[in-house]
């Protein structure tokens, strides 16, 4: 660190990056470099997406239903709104499908892993958000749900405006996938990765679980082509009526 400065990033930042164009417009030597760069990484930033496209097109009907499309439906529904990722991994789906070009559309992740994060963190950016026109999505994992189903009551009750669609892969996925690869380290039967894991008999009925505290729920949703609709059902209430509205979908491992 050359020079600490003490500041408030929504300030500092702008007046940074305004001295640094200033200065760079006297430097041909570096824009050229800069212009060079940022050729280098557009077209490897092209190629990269187009491989997704190509990997998502593959899974698309797919049953379960594959992350893949999954994100890709939401965000055909969601793409014309003022819209924060309030919380959601999706296998990572969102950060290669959604155009993310604001650091205020996502939230990021745990910073400490905790168990049942998703919920409570969704709740509270949406509290935040609200009456900002602002549109907070949760892509909810089930397991991480199940740690946290009482926060379904603090957003009835405080009515937080928000859409939660979730990545119901009727598992405790991060466990199941490590026991499975303790099995094969181990020599143990693979088999047995799930006992404890999975979320199966009985399967939760997260709709029924939403409308247990007077909230919007749709699903468990297995046919891909009922996604778009449902979504579109549960944001029509998160607009019109200012809650909570959930969309269960059962959705591949990863």
Not at 164 to 181: D, T
Request: proline share 6%; net charge neutral.
């Amino acid at each position: 660190m050359d020079l600490p400065i003490l500041a408030d990033t929504s300030i500092g930042l702008p007046t940074l990056v305004q001295l640094c164009e200033d200065r760079l417009k006297r430097d041909a030597k570096r824009q050229e470099a800069i212009r060079a760069r940022a050729a280098a990484l557009g077209k490897r930033h092209d190629t990269l997406r187009q491989k997704e496209r190509e990997q998502m097109q593959k899974a698309w009907d797919a049953r379960p239903i594959s992350t893949a499309r999954l994100t890709a439906e939401v965000w055909e529904v969601i793409k014309d709104e003022d819209w924060v990722l309030v919380n959601g991994e999706a296998g990572g789906w969102p950060r290669r499908l959604w155009p993310m070009n604001r650091p205020d559309q996502y939230l990021g992740r745990s910073g400490g892993a905790g168990v049942g994060y998703g919920m409570g963190a969704s709740i509270g950016a949406a509290l935040a958000h609200k009456g900002s026109g602002k549109l907070c999505v949760d892509l909810q994992a089930d397991g991480d749900m199940l740690y946290t189903p009482s926060a379904l009551w603090t957003a009835a009750h405080h009515q937080i405006p928000l859409l939660v669609v979730m990545h119901n892969n009727r598992s405790y996925w991060n466990s199941e996938e490590h026991a499975e690869e303790l099995a094969h380290v181990r020599k143990r039967p693979v088999e047995n990765a799930p006992i404890g894991t999975m979320i199966r008999e009985p399967n939760v009925d997260f709709a029924k679980l939403a409308q247990s505290f007077a909230l919007h729920g749709e699903g468990p949703i297995e046919d891909p082509r009922e996604i778009r609709p449902a979504v579109q059902r549960a944001l029509k209430v998160v607009k019109d009526q200012g809650t909570l509205a959930l969309v269960d979908v059962v959705c591949q491992m990863r």
